[in-house]
C-alpha cells in the first residue's frame, strides 16, 4: 500500500498545517494527534478512517472543513481511484 505524502506548510508555537497527498489507495498508517485539529477537505471524495477496530466510510466536500479532538488512534486510507489532497491544521496552543 502506499503512503500518503505530508508536507509540512507552516509551523510555529501554536499550530501545524500540514498538506496530505493521497495517491490512489494510499494511507497514514496508524498515528495518534497529540493536538487538537481541524481537516480542509481540497477535494471532494470519499475516504476510509480506520479506528478503534472498526471502518468507516467518509464523505468530504471540498471546503467543507471539519474538527476532531487529539488522542484518537486512526488510520486514513484513499479507497478511491482518483488523488485525494487535504490541509490538516493541528491547534498547539
Known amino acids: 500500500m502506499p503512503m500518503a505524502v505530508p508536507t509540512i506548510q507552516l509551523e510555529n508555537h501554536r499550530v501545524r498545517v500540514t498538506e496530505w497527498r493521497f495517491p490512489p489507495g494510499a494511507a497514514t498508517g496508524f498515528h495518534r494527534h497529540?493536538?487538537?485539529?481541524?481537516?480542509?477537505?481540497?477535494?471532494?471524495?470519499?475516504?476510509?478512517l480506520r479506528e478503534g477496530g472498526q471502518e468507516r466510510a467518509a464523505d468530504l466536500v471540498l471546503g467543507r472543513s471539519?474538527?476532531?479532538?487529539?488522542?484518537?488512534?486512526?488510520?486514513?486510507?484513499?479507497?478511491?481511484s482518483e488523488p485525494f489532497v487535504f490541509i490538516e491544521i493541528e491547534l498547539k496552543a
Not at 67 to 80: F, K, L, Q, T
Open 34 to 48: 497529540d493536538h487538537d485539529y481541524v481537516v480542509v477537505p481540497m477535494t471532494t471524495g470519499r475516504l476510509l
Open 66 to 80: 471539519y474538527a476532531r479532538e487529539a488522542g484518537v488512534e486512526h488510520d486514513v486510507v484513499n479507497p478511491g
